[in-house]
C-alpha cells in the first residue's frame, strides 16, 4: 500500500510545476519543497535562478527583474517577447534574502559590491554612484564599512 500524501510527494528533479497565482518554478525538490538548484519565474516575471534549502532562496543565486519594453497592453503569454531580464542582485542568499557577498545594479546606475546582511548592505563594501549603468564609469565611488543599508563613517 501506498502511504496517504506520497502519491503527491516531490522529491528530486522535476519539470516545471505550476501555482495557481502564476508562479512556476522548474528544478529540484525535498519533501514538497523547493531544495538543491532550480529557478522559479514569479507571477510578475521576475526571475530566480540559483540555489534552495527548505523552500526558502539559500546558497548562490541571481535575482532578474523583468523589463518590458513596450508599454501597450499585450498577453502574458506574449511578454517574454516584448521584453528583457536586467540582474538585479547576483551573490549569496540566506533564508530568502540577500546574505552574505553579492553585488546589486539598481535601476539609475547605482551598483554594490559587498556584504550583505538580511537584504540590506552590512560589512565592507564599494558602491558606485551614478556613472553609466554599464559599469559605473564617471560616477561617485564610496569603498568603505556599511550598517544597515547605510554609510557608516568614523568620526575621530
Do not use: M
Not at 495557481?20 to 525538490?29: A, D, I, L
Not at 551614478?130 to 569603498?143: L, S
Amino acid at each position: 500500500r501506498v502511504p496517504v500524501g506520497a502519491l503527491a510527494q516531490k522529491k528530486g528533479p522535476h519539470h516545471t510545476v505550476y501555482w495557481t497565482s502564476g508562479e512556476r518554478y522548474q528544478g529540484e525538490w525535498f519533501d514538497n519543497k523547493r531544495q538543491g538548484k532550480g529557478t522559479v519565474i514569479y507571477k510578475n516575471n521576475d526571475k530566480y535562478e540559483g540555489e534552495w534549502a527548505y523552500g526558502l532562496r539559500h546558497g548562490l543565486g541571481t535575482l532578474w527583474i523583468y523589463k518590458e519594453l513596450c508599454q501597450n497592453n499585450v498577453h502574458p503569454y506574449q511578454l517574454a517577447q516584448n521584453g528583457k531580464y536586467i540582474v538585479r542582485y547576483n551573490g549569496e542568499w540566506s533564508e530568502d534574502a540577500p546574505t552574505g557577498h553579492g553585488t546589486v545594479f539598481e535601476d539609475n546606475g547605482d551598483t554594490y559590491e559587498g556584504d550583505f546582511l538580511y537584504g540590506q548592505k552590512h560589512g565592507r563594501g564599494r558602491a558606485v554612484y551614478g556613472g553609466r549603468p554599464i559599469d559605473g564609469f564617471g560616477g561617485d565611488v564610496y569603498e568603505g564599512h556599511f550598517e544597515n543599508d547605510l554609510k557608516w563613517v568614523l568620526l575621530f
